[in-house]
């Protein structure tokens, strides 16, 4: 394999586990740690002084950074808009009601079947109040604005179709056993595969302990064999703050039925940390380590 700056790396197999692009503050939008962290407490301390906050997209993203906000300044105006009609289509019923039945507790006001019918004037995540139109014929006024919507597949390094054609979406087709096309050497883990499921982190983890089963048994010699299959229907933990949420499960007792989690277990898997904790410790970085 070569690299941008024209250094050859020799290896036995390879994996492409590139990820996706995702507007910030999801996911930086700068290269550098520290740059980072400044620009995620420069738009803190915007957000602190902001009263009307809108959100755009009300998916996981755009419904979780809601209830962050509402968590920490429950005085605030939230509104999210999204152009669907309906929430999270493809999950339970009961999942929903509960969702929109803890939105109404909160505060949070949700606009379906509604977007923005011109450009913001203000950039994401930087406190500046306008006022702009909707395709609801009416208008929003907000001091500030979060895109939650725009994911995108990095995966232009394969724009030239060497390795791999790239599906309509930016994503490379993979084996059950997640190697890439016909390549028994080359794998692909996480959002840049064509995969029938939400990319998520939670799936793109259980795609490496694939990956690293079948790498390790190659070095030994001999066939992979560990596969990957989609659930049979979704999964999701999707905190509204450290004490609310709503999430959905594959039952026990019958994969292919859903099993509705009630808020407390959302708030102790995740809603208490959002999963940092268990990042510090998968990365050693628990102790203040690099």
Not at 103 to 119: H, N, Q, V, Y
Not at 148 to 159: C, E, K, P, Q, S
Not at 194 to 222: C, F, S, W
Not at 251 to 259: C, I, L, N, R
Request: hydrophobic share 40%; charged share 25%; net charge negative.
């Amino acid at each position: 394999m070569t690299v941008a700056d024209g250094r050859r790396i020799e290896a036995d197999c390879l994996v492409l586990a590139t990820g996706s692009g995702y507007p910030f503050p999801a996911k930086a939008d700068v290269d550098e740690a520290a740059e980072a962290l400044a620009r995620l407490r420069e738009t803190h301390e915007e957000l602190a002084g902001a009263e009307r906050v809108l959100v755009t997209g009300a998916g996981p993203v755009g419904l979780e950074l809601a209830g962050e906000i509402k968590h920490v300044w429950p005085e605030k105006s939230v509104v999210i808009v999204d152009p669907a009609p309906e929430l999270l289509p493809g999950f339970d019923p009961a999942l929903r009601a509960d969702l929109l039945r803890q939105r109404d507790a909160l505060g949070i006001e949700l606009r379906l079947s509604t977007a923005l019918a011109e450009e913001s004037p203000s950039e994401p995540g930087r406190a500046k109040t306008f006022t702009a139109a909707t395709t609801a014929d009416d208008e929003i006024t907000a001091d500030i604005w979060f895109r939650a919507h725009g994911v995108r597949t990095n995966g232009d390094h394969l724009a030239d179709g060497r390795l791999t054609a790239r599906t309509a979406q930016g994503r490379v087709r993979v084996t059950d056993r997640l190697t890439v096309d016909d390549y028994g050497q080359v794998y692909a883990l996480g959002d840049i595969t064509d995969v029938p499921e939400a990319k998520t982190a939670g799936y793109a983890m259980q795609h490496a302990q694939v990956v690293a089963a079948n790498i390790a048994t190659q070095l030994r010699g001999e066939a992979p064999q560990a596969v990957y299959r989609p659930a049979p229907v979704p999964s999701v933990l999707l905190p509204l703050g450290p004490e609310h949420g709503v999430g959905q499960f594959p039952s026990e007792d019958d994969p292919a039925v859903p099993a509705v989690v009630r808020a407390e277990v959302v708030a102790q898997y995740k809603g208490a940390d959002l999963f940092t904790g268990r990042f510090e410790e998968l990365f050693g970085t628990a102790d203040g380590k690099a």
